[in-house]
Structures are given as structure tokens and as C-alpha cells.
């Protein structure tokens, strides 16, 4: 095995090992902290894998689309000619090192705070490490029939998360969010199997480009894999599930929902669903730039009318991963470029806002925005990162939040035609909303007399706190400042996709 090989393993491995034996010890502390160390070492082992060959092989004859960084190749259930095939490559890269990093952060989180609900801190954090195995492999499975089961392995535990921790309406929650992940996870399953029977392979490598499907088993293939990614990422109109989630879980579980766990849907629609039928994807643009323009509006308008702090910040995840999806939907390497860094960009920039949103809710025990005025006055320190957690993910220059949003648009307009055209000027319509829904917010949280649950607030703020959402400032502003950090290495591998898709 070479060491890309072994590191590749072992960023699966550790956290499902960490997992067993997290679970394993009987007291609650020193769990958390067994947990938080595995954490530490996943991240250790997914950042050098950007060392090796950073290259695809450009498309051309029967030469492979795809070449992964690193890869591992072996048999898994040879009577069933299934493989156990993972690999890394610059599109999954950011996502499998911002997962690694937010799994740390949230483990760490817990030995400061360990949310109420019915489990233990333990329990806690052996979920999240379940959930990271999940994620990660998601990003990492090079074989369709892989993808898709760990895909499914994020379900249970994260509803457990919801119900066992969240609010008081975390049952429902945590239902709807079951039963929409199960609605799409049977039109995944059914996709995969199109592909697989009619491919006779399910290496994402040799697929990729269409891997010799038939233009009506693409576009039947397509419309199945995008409905499933759909729910996951949520696009409108499948989104419904994604606000009352994110309501009632604890502040860790909104994270990484949020962070990383809603990139499974993103990425899968690049990865699988564009990359596996090309042909379905051209077909369907025109009907996904329309519906990643609904969402834009949609979702900022939703948040203009929200009341609720955490409830708002979900709702703005519409939004974000509508221009997300406007992105992939121009099928050009600008747009796919687009929504590669503001996949990375919400995941940092969300993922902070809902650390922030939660110490909020346990300071003040409410979460209605009409009792959260004056917190500036009160806690500068907490109202100063609200506010530079809300101005990046509006999209202010300078700050991770712009790139996404403004190539989205420019692709669009790139793209020409009046329906592309037009879908364009709506996506920076939806920019502006975005821009007036968060002033609102700070205007409402941030300013005026402090309200009775504010003005009871002390200044200070806690180690764990500033250990947690430190690296997620930093990211913000270096992603913003340097855009190549997450472009660069995706530049080679989109090229290759946008070569297949012509």
C-alpha cells in the first residue's frame, strides 16, 4: 500500500475506530476527550494528502476523465465484482479537510459545553465520529455502490443527534429530517442501479463522461441522481426539512448539518451526477438554473421574515446553496469553480454563524430576535463576530462569501441568451436580499437598548469558545484574501469535467 494509500484509510479508520472506543469508556470526560484526540489525528491525516501527483488526465479517446492525487483499488465482494475503490482529488479535497476540521472543532466544543438532552457527552461525540465516517468517505468513494452506502451511514447517526440533543420539538425535527434523507436515499439507490446495470461498472473513474450510457438511460439516470442530491444539499422545493433541523439541534449538530453534511449533496451532483451523465446534465440546466434562482429568492425572502435566530441563518442555506446550483447549472468551468469555493465558503462561514447563534441561545435562553436587542452594548466581543460572521456570508469582498456568489452570477451572464441573461440579474437581485436580510439581523440583534435576556450578559468569552471559532475567522478571511487556496487546486480537475461535458 503507498502512503497515499494509507492515509486514505486512515482518515476513515481513526474516526470509526475513535467511534468504538469513545463508546467503549465509562467515564464521560475523558471520552469527550479520546474523542477530540481522534478528531485531531483525522485532520492530521487528511492534510497531507494534498502532497503527490496533483493531476487529471485530460480527456481524450478512451483516457480516463478523472485521475485522483492518491487512490486505494481493491477487491471488496469479488462475487459481486464490488470494490472497495477510494481516491482524492482537488474537487474533494477542501470538502474532506473541512469536515476533518469541523468533526475537531464540535468534539472540542463538547468539553466545554455538552448540550441538555437525554445522552451523554460520549454518546455525543461517538455520534459526530460516525457521522465524520460518513462524510468523509462520501467525498473519498470512488465506486458508485460505496458512495452510495456511505452515503446512507450519515442517517441514523445524525438523527440520533437531532432527537437525543435538540430542542423541544427535536422528535419532529429529527423525523422530517429522516424521511426526506429516506425519500432521497431511494431514488439515489434506484440511480446507482441504472447506472451500474447499464454501465456494467460502478468505478466513478470510468463513468465519468458517460462511460458509453445511452443518452435516454443519462437523462432517466440524471433525473434521479439530481432529485436525491436535491433533498441532501436542500434545493428548493425539497428544502422544507432543513429549517426545523436546524431549529432544534444543538449547536454542534447545526455545524456540521450545515457545515459539511448539506456538501454531500453538492458534491455528489458534480461528482456523480454531472460527471456519470453529461448528457442528462445538459439537457436539465436550463430547469436547474431556473429552480437555483427560486431558491435565491425564495430564501432570502423566507429570511426576511423570520423571527428566529437560528431559524434565519437555515434559511439562508437556501439561498447560498441555490447559487451553489446556479453554478454547477451553466455547466462552464467558471460556474463549477463558483460552486466549489462557495461549497467551502458556506461551510465556514455557516458553520460560525451557527456557533455564534448557539452561544446566543445559551446565554440568553431564547433565540427570538425581538429579545436579543443591545447585545453590543453588553457583549461587544460576541455582537463584533456576528457581525463579521453575517457582512462575509452576504457576500462583502474581501471575505470567503463573495467568491461563490459573484462567479455564480458571472458564469450566468457568460453563458448568455435572454433565459441565462435574466437568471443571472435574479441571482444578484437575490444577492441584495441577502445583503438587506443580515443587516436586518444585526440591526434587530446588535443594536437599540439591550433587552432584559441581553443586559444580564457578561463581556467575557470562554477559551473553548475562542479555541472553537478562531480557525473559522481565519478561513473566512484567508479563503476571501486568497481564493486560489480552494481554485488552484480545482482548477486542473474542472477542466476536465467541463471537457467531457462538451
Not at 452515503?151 to 424521511?179: D, H, N
Not at 468505478?203 to 458509453?212: H, S
Not at 443591545?374 to 453575517?390: K, N, Q, S, Y
Amino acid at each position: 500500500m503507498s502512503a497515499g494509500g494509507f492515509l486514505l484509510v486512515a482518515v476513515l479508520a481513526l474516526p470509526a475506530l475513535g467511534a468504538a472506543v469513545v463508546a467503549a469508556i465509562p467515564a464521560d470526560r475523558a471520552a469527550r476527550l479520546v474523542g477530540t484526540v481522534v478528531a485531531a489525528l483525522t485532520l492530521l491525516a487528511a492534510v497531507p494528502l494534498a502532497a503527490g501527483d496533483r493531476g487529471w488526465f485530460a480527456w481524450s479517446g478512451t483516457a480516463p476523465a478523472v485521475r485522483p492525487w492518491h487512490q486505494l483499488d481493491v477487491s471488496w465482494v469479488p462475487a459481486l465484482d464490488l470494490r472497495f475503490h477510494l481516491g482524492v482529488d482537488g474537487v474533494s479535497y477542501p470538502l474532506v479537510v473541512l469536515t476533518a476540521l469541523l468533526t475537531l472543532l464540535c468534539c472540542g466544543y463538547t468539553l466545554w459545553r455538552v448540550p441538555d438532552g437525554g445522552g451523554s457527552g460520549r454518546a455525543l461525540v461517538a455520534l459526530l465520529l460516525v457521522v465524520e465516517v460518513g462524510i468523509l468517505g462520501t467525498f473519498l468513494a470512488l465506486d458508485l455502490v460505496l458512495f452510495f452506502l456511505f452515503f446512507e451511514v450519515v442517517l441514523l447517526p445524525m438523527y440520533a443527534v437531532i432527537a437525543g440533543w435538540g430542542g423541544e420539538g427535536r422528535r419532529r425535527a429529527a423525523r422530517k429530517f429522516a424521511l426526506y434523507t429516506l425519500f432521497g436515499s431511494v431514488l439515489l439507490l434506484v440511480g446507482v442501479y441504472v447506472v451500474v446495470a447499464a454501465a456494467g461498472t460502478a468505478d466513478i473513474v470510468a463513468l465519468t463522461g458517460g462511460g458509453g450510457l445511452s443518452r435516454n438511460t443519462q437523462l432517466f439516470a440524471f433525473t434521479l441522481l439530481a432529485l436525491a442530491f436535491a433533498v441532501k444539499s436542500p434545493l428548493w422545493p425539497l428544502h422544507t426539512w432543513l429549517p426545523d433541523a436546524h431549529t432544534q439541534a444543538p449547536t454542534v449538530g447545526s455545524v456540521v448539518l450545515a457545515g459539511v453534511l448539506l456538501k454531500m449533496g453538492t458534491y455528489g451532483l458534480i461528482r456523480v451526477a454531472v460527471g456519470v451523465a453529461p448528457e442528462g446534465a445538459r439537457w436539465a440546466a436550463p430547469v436547474l438554473g431556473v429552480l437555483a434562482v427560486a431558491a435565491i429568492l425564495v430564501g432570502a425572502l423566507a429570511c426576511l421574515a423570520q423571527a428566529e435566530l437560528k431559524r434565519l441563518i437555515a434559511y439562508s442555506s437556501v439561498g447560498h446553496m441555490g447559487f451553489v446550483l446556479l453554478g454547477v447549472a451553466t455547466l462552464t468551468a467558471t460556474g463549477i469553480q463558483a460552486a466549489l469555493i462557495g461549497n467551502i465558503a458556506h461551510g465556514v462561514i455557516t458553520g460560525l454563524l451557527f456557533f455564534l447563534a448557539g452561544a446566543v441561545k445559551d446565554r440568553t435562553h431564547t433565540g427570538a430576535l425581538a429579545e436579543l436587542s443591545g447585545l453590543r452594548e453588553t457583549a461587544p466581543r460576541l455582537a463584533g463576530l456576528l457581525g463579521f460572521a453575517a457582512v462575509a456570508s452576504l457576500g462583502l469582498p474581501g471575505l470567503a462569501g463573495f467568491w461563490g456568489e459573484a462567479f455564480a452570477v458571472i458564469a450566468a451572464v457568460e453563458v448568455g441568451g435572454p433565459l441565462w441573461t435574466t437568471l443571472g440579474v435574479l441571482a444578484a437581485v437575490g444577492g441584495a436580499l441577502t445583503a438587506a436580510y443580515f443587516l436586518r439581523l444585526l440591526r434587530q440583534v446588535t443594536h437599540n437598548r439591550p433587552s432584559p435576556a441581553v443586559a444580564r450578559l457578561a463581556p467575557t468569552l470562554a477559551g473553548a469558545e475562542v479555541a472553537a471559532w478562531a480557525p473559522l475567522v481565519l478561513l473566512a478571511l484567508a479563503i476571501g484574501l486568497a481564493p486560489v487556496l480552494v481554485l488552484g487546486v480545482a482548477e486542473a480537475p474542472v477542466d476536465a469535467l467541463v471537457e467531457v461535458l462538451r
